[in-house]
Structure formats: structure tokens, C-alpha cells
């Protein structure tokens, strides 16, 4: 769920889950990040007055209304009370139902715990011609039988072309004696250009006829009904120490990244009509990721796919502006369906729990204004030198769909990522005083160069923002001021608080009402003009 973390411990049951050794047995996330996460009991550890539908174990079940079941999102329920709470093979998802108990039969099955693909001398990236094999682990391995079955279940992908293979069944086998529930196979040999979504199944090995599915990764309420993998060309041999970063998806998807931004961010602006944002401005267009560093190649966990969502990177002034790309005499690969083919920005974003070194969103810079990148590399340096926020930076080549398209830099975005790696370094720094920084309230000054024409944006120089284009001053601020940290919050209540508080101040030149200690601490403390 978004913006929702749980770390689940065992312990002793007790009626408090947030004291230490407190058992929690069944977790509800809401799925919309403004609403509070909430939580009850199905093995009797809250009292059944805190959480309706919960029970304190000398009750049965209180009957549940319908509206507590009719919230968004999955319940976690804990398959059986003997189970381990910190093991994830002692829980399934299911929809919201507190009060009922848990299906009984799960307690007497292995779950599919992790599946791994990994390549000999490439970690998780597979490379064309290369071995691959795929282990599945299933726990408890105590309750993996000999006749338990697992197969691997995959298709071939061609994500230019968009198109998927049949469905293919191979066996996987358990050879490992120490180890009952490692089940392991090899990988099809496949070229480069190739993406493979796979999922692993535990099959009834007493079933006769149909396959009966028992268990599955992933399992029936993830987000996607497969993994994958992606299929590249080896590293040159002066690509060794470099960061490669490969994106596959149709021209058409390309075509609409180019597309989307090319009315501008404000539609309909001219003067006595409508004002409106324009929603393909920051629209997004589904693409698959292979991040290939040398890092990468020497971590067996690195994940050999992303699901992303890409865009062009930008303001609304250099967003669409390219240096031109001779598909002709340079690139051969087919290119987007129809627009300009240039050298854009690229904003990748991933999942919240699949993330590329640490972050949801990096940025693919295209070295416009700054051809070498030196400029924006030492900008970066010196502002970490100095012990302030600063975006990592390095050169990565760019392949579309498979061939080598040019040279950009990567740049971490400057969101809650960002914020959170420098507060953690902070506090790992300063372990005999530890600051213990939390990430704190991060807005972007995102505004218009005019009051008039430009729909719910107004100038972001910090000065109250009246209501405009039937757009009210919240509405406009939220627009003007983007936030890019606690984004689960989803507000500018404080913000627009915090504007109203300095104009009041009036912080301005000729000013009599300011008391002058105040506009002291400004000064020391503020870049206030």
C-alpha cells in the first residue's frame, strides 16, 4: 500500500502490538494513502473493543458491517497461530474480512518464498548466450513432500513489437538434500532483445489430469501475474566499469512520451476561456528496465526486470527541446511511431518495492546545456562537500530497444529518496550524537512567469496566490508548489499557512510592522530578499 511500511516481530501475544514482543496476527492497509492505516486482530491479540470485528479469543468472531469490509486494499492474515509472525510463509492476502478466520488449509502447505534468476558471472543479469538458471524456494520446507511438484511457467515477450508467445511448462527439480525446499532449473537460451515473464508454481503431485495449482509467486493478489527478466548483449569489454541502462518499449508508447508534453502544461489558456491542466503533461508510458552496473553483475539479488513508467524530463521550456539524432547514419533500430526523433530527457519510475538502487524515480539527463556533464557533476560534488543535499550523478549509456543510443547522465531525482539517503548518511556519521532526522516537508517551486494566463499556476516567489480560473488558493498552491517528500500526506494546508504567516509579516522593503528580531532570524536563517 502506498506510503505504508510494517515490520511484523514475534513474540509473546499481548493486547498492545506497538509495545515490544507485541504479536500482531492479521494487518489492514488502506490502499489511499490519506487514510490511516489500521489494524485487528484475528488470533485474539487486540481487544475486541479496540478494532470492530476483532475478538479478544474468549468471544467468537463479532459480526462485521458491511462498510468495515467495503474499504479499499487486502487484508494480511497469518496462515496459522503456530506459524512464525516474522516469517513471510506464515501469511497470504486476502480481501478485508476482520473477524473471520483464516482458511485452515493454508497451515498445511509450503508457500513460494522467493524466486531467484541468476546467470554465471553476470549476478541477476542475463545476457544473451549466457547460462541462466532460476531457483524457487518454498517454506516451510518441513511441509515439502516427495511428491511436491514445481513447475516454471514462462512466455517469451517481444516488447517492441508488443506481442507474447504461448505459455510454456518445464519441471523443476529438487537436488539440493540439505535442503527440501530449493527447487532449481535451467533457463531457455534466448537473444538479446528478448523479455521472459515467469512465474513459478507448486502443482498437487497426487492431482491426475488438470494441473492444480497450489501455491504460486507471484501470488494471485500481486500487482503483476508475472516476473520477468530481460535479455541483453554483454558488456564490451570497455563497458566493463560502466552503468548500461536499457529501455524496451513499443514506438507507439515512445511516440506518446514525445506527444504528451507537446500542448504544453496548460491547455486552453487564450484569453475568456477555460483554464485547464493539461493531462498528458506528465503522463507516463509503459516500459521495461534492464539496469546493467558492475554492481549489479556481482549481486545474485539484483533484479534482472523493471516494470517502469517513463516521460520526458523537463520544464515547460526544455522539456521537447532535443539535439537532433541521425536515425539514419547513427541508430538503425526501429524509433518512435511518429514525431521528433532527438536526444530527450527521460524521467524512469518504478515501483515503490522494486526500486533501482534505492530510489522509485531517476533521471536521464541529455547534456543539452552542458555537453560534457562536468559542469553538473562539480555543482553536485560541492554541494555534498559541504554536507548538504546533493544528487548523485554518473554517466550511463542509454539503449533503446536493445541498441546503444547515446550517452546521458543519471541524476537522482529530487524527491523523498533523495531527502531519506542523505538523512540516513547523517545519521550514520553521527553515531555518538545521532541527529535522528526525519525527512521533512520538501516543496518546488514550480510557478508561472505570469498571473493570467497560465490555469491554476501563479508566480512561486512565495506571496499569497488568490483564487483564479475557478481554481481556489489551496487548489493553486498544490499546483505551484510541488511536494516532493511525505507526497502520502497529499497536502498544503501548512504550506499555504506558512505563505500566509510570512505575508502578514510583510516582509517587505519600507517595512514598519515586522518586529525587527524577527526579520533578524529571517535573515540568519532564510534566503529572504
Known amino acids: 500500500a502506498a506510503g505504508a511500511e510494517w515490520s511484523l516481530g514475534v513474540g509473546p501475544a499481548g493486547y498492545d502490538p506497538f509495545v515490544p514482543g507485541g504479536l500482531i496476527d492479521d494487518v489492514r492497509v488502506y490502499s489511499e494513502a490519506r487514510e490511516p492505516a489500521t489494524l485487528h486482530a484475528q488470533q485474539g491479540v487486540l481487544p475486541s473493543a479496540d478494532v470492530p470485528g476483532a475478538t479478544d479469543g474468549s468471544t467468537a468472531p463479532a459480526v462485521v458491517e458491511p462498510a468495515v469490509t467495503e474499504m479499499k486494499g487486502l487484508s494480511l492474515h497469518r496462515v496459522a497461530a503456530a506459524r512464525d509472525a516474522d516469517k513471510s510463509h506464515s501469511w497470504v492476502a486476502r480481501q478485508p474480512a476482520p473477524g473471520v478466520p483464516a482458511d485452515a488449509s493454508l497451515a498445511s502447505q509450503p508457500l513460494v518464498t522467493d524466486v531467484q534468476v541468476s546467470a554465471a558471472g553476470s549476478g541477476g543479469i542475463v545476457y544473451a548466450a549466457s547460462p541462466a538458471q532460476v531457483e524457487v ?113 513499443t ?144 554517466f550511463v549509456s542509454l539503449y533503446m530497444n536493445g541498441e546503444f543510443l547515446r550517452v546521458t547522465t543519471e541524476l537522482d531525482h529530487g524527491d523523498e529518496d533523495l531527502i531519506q539517503a542523505w538523512t540516513d548518511d547523517v545519521n550514520e556519521r553521527c553515531v555518538s550524537q545521532p541527529m535522528e532526522l526525519d525527512v521533512g516537508d520538501l516543496f518546488k517551486a514550480q510557478g508561472s512567469s505570469s498571473d493570467t494566463n497560465d490555469g491554476p499556476w501563479g508566480r512561486g516567489d512565495m506571496f499569497p496566490l488568490d483564487a483564479h480560473c475557478g481554481f481556489s488558493p489551496l487548489e493553486r498552491y498544490s499546483y505551484t508548489y510541488g511536494r516532493k517528500t511525505n507526497k502520502a500526506l497529499g497536502t498544503h494546508d501548512d504550506f499555504a499557512t506558512l505563505l500566509d504567516a510570512l505575508d502578514d509579516l510583510s516582509l517587505g522593503s519600507g517595512n514598519d510592522d515586522c518586529p525587527p528580531e524577527t526579520l533578524a532570524w529571517f535573515e540568519a536563517n532564510l534566503d529572504v530578499e
Not at 509467486?217 to 548500461?244: C, K, N
Not at 507516463?284 to 539484483?302: C, E, M, W
Request: aromatic content about 8%.
Open 251 to 394: 514506438p507507439d508508447s515512445w511516440a506518446n512520451a514525445i506527444r504528451s508534453p507537446t500542448d504544453g502544461r496548460c491547455v486552453n489558456c487564450d484569453a475568456g476561456s477555460e483554464c485547464c491542466p493539461n493531462p498528458q503533461w506528465n503522463a507516463r508510458q509503459p516500459a521495461i528496465l534492464v539496469y546493467d552496473s558492475h554492481k549489479s553483475r556481482d549481486d545474485k539479488v539484483a533484479r534482472p526486470a523493471y516494470a517502469a513508467r517513463v516521460r520526458l524530463q523537463g520544464s515547460r521550456f526544455n522539456r521537447l527541446r532535443g539535439s537532433a539524432i541521425d536515425q539514419a547514419g547513427v541508430w538503425s533500430t526501429i524509433g518512435p511511431s511518429s514525431g521528433s526523433f532527438e536526444a530527450y530527457s527521460y524521467s524512469v519510475k518504478v515501483a515503490d518495492y522494486a526500486r533501482v538502487r534505492g530510489r522509485q524515480t531517476f533521471l536521464l539527463n541529455k547534456m543539452r546545456s552542458c555537453c560534457t556533464g562536468f559542469t553538473t557533476g562539480l555543482h553536485f560534488q560541492t554541494h555534498a562537500a559541504t554536507g548538504t543535499v546533493a544528487a548523485t550523478h554518473r
Open 137 to 249: 524456494t518454498l517454506r516451510p520446507a518441513s511441509l515439502v513432500a516427495v511428491s511436491t511438484r514445481v513447475d516454471l511457467v514462462y512466455r517469451v515477450v517481444d516488447p517492441v513489437a508488443g506481442t507474447r508467445g504461448d505459455e510454456v511448462r518445464v519441471p523443476l527439480a529438487s537436488t539440493n538434500p540439505e535442503d527440501a525446499g530449493l527447487f532449481v532449473g535451467p533457463l531457455p537460451a534466448l537473444p538479446a532483445g528478448t523479455v521472459v515473464e515467469y512465474a513459478a508454481e507448486v502443482v498437487d503431485g497426487n492431482a491426475t489430469g488438470a494441473v492444480v495449482v497450489t501455491a504460486r509467486s507471484p501470488r494471485t493478489w500481486d500487482p503483476f501475474a508475472y516476473h520477468m527478466y530481460g535479455v541483453i548483449p554483454p558488456p564490451a569489454q570497455d563497458e566493463l566499469d560502466h552503468t548500461r541502462v536499457f529501455l524496451f518499449w
